[in-house]
């Protein structure tokens, strides 16, 4: 099984500043990797996904880059309504087993 | 646009069998996509349980395996989890979701989550 690993656990970033967060994958995945953004009661909702391509109705202000075993998750300006966990999860393997890494929590500081 | 809504009983005995469903509206189920669920346990992170795609070809967590069966009914659109012999490690909220079947793709679309509680 595929470990991902995502850190730090929780971020705090004032409102319009950047965030990055990273996820390290225990084998290579290539770019099978997508981001997700969960606020409380919701259902998570992906964000990236192939590593760098956003999904369809992201702002630009999400990014995602890397390959391989290290990966970041860019918010340029980060807004109020960014606040939340964020997970990365890899799709790489076949037959799949697909897995997530533990979440980063974006809060107010 | 394809959504998910995920049903069941919200409490379920320990020994038991959980049985949810996912309702596919505004899509076919026989489309090119495959058809998972996903769980979260209360304030923790988030679980792949196995998919199944429209032929019946389906995937598992290897650590669920062994009680997991997940199972599609194309005549009704929706698609089936059953997890037997539960515990209270099963509590969690349940999460049907969709990920297209071209190389390497991910859970674009998610169903709200029913929450199933393992109690006596």
């Known amino acids: 099984e595929i470990v991902m690993t995502q850190s730090p656990a929780t971020l705090s970033v004032s409102p319009g500043e950047r965030a990055t967060l990273s996820c390290r994958a225990s084998?290579?995945?290539?770019?099978?990797l997508a981001w997700y953004q969960q606020k409380p009661g919701q259902a998570p909702r992906l964000l990236i996904y192939?590593?760098?391509t956003r999904a369809t109705g992201i702002p630009a202000r999400f990014s995602g880059s890397g390959s391989g075993t290290e990966f970041t998750l860019t918010i340029s300006s980060l807004q109020s309504e960014d606040f939340a966990v964020y997970y990365c999860?890899?799709?790489?393997?076949?037959?799949?087993?697909?897995?997530f890494g533990g979440g980063t929590k974006v809060e107010i500081k | 646009q394809v959504q998910l809504q995920e049903s069941g009983p919200g409490l379920v005995k320990p020994s038991g069998t959980l049985s949810l469903t996912c309702a596919v509206s505004?899509?076919?189920?026989?489309?090119?996509?495959?058809w998972s669920w996903v769980r979260q346990p209360p304030g923790k992170g988030l679980e792949w349980i196995g998919e199944?795609?429209?032929?019946?070809?389906?995937n598992y967590n290897p650590s669920l395996k062994s009680r997991v069966t997940i199972s599609v009914d194309k005549s009704k659109n929706q698609f089936s989890l059953k997890l037997s012999s539960v515990t209270a490690a099963d509590t969690a909220v349940y999460y049907c979701?969709?990920?297209?079947?071209?190389?390497?793709?991910?859970?674009?679309?998610w169903g709200q989550g029913t929450m199933v509680t393992v109690s006596s």
């Open positions: 084998q290579s995945v290539s770019s099978n």
């Open positions: 505004g899509g076919s189920i026989s489309s090119s996509n495959w």
């Open positions: 979701a969709r990920r297209p079947a071209a190389p390497g793709n991910a859970f674009d679309i």
């Open positions: 199944i795609y429209h032929s019946g070809s389906t």
């Open positions: 999860q890899q799709y790489n393997n076949w037959p799949p087993v697909l897995t």
């Open positions: 192939g590593a760098s």
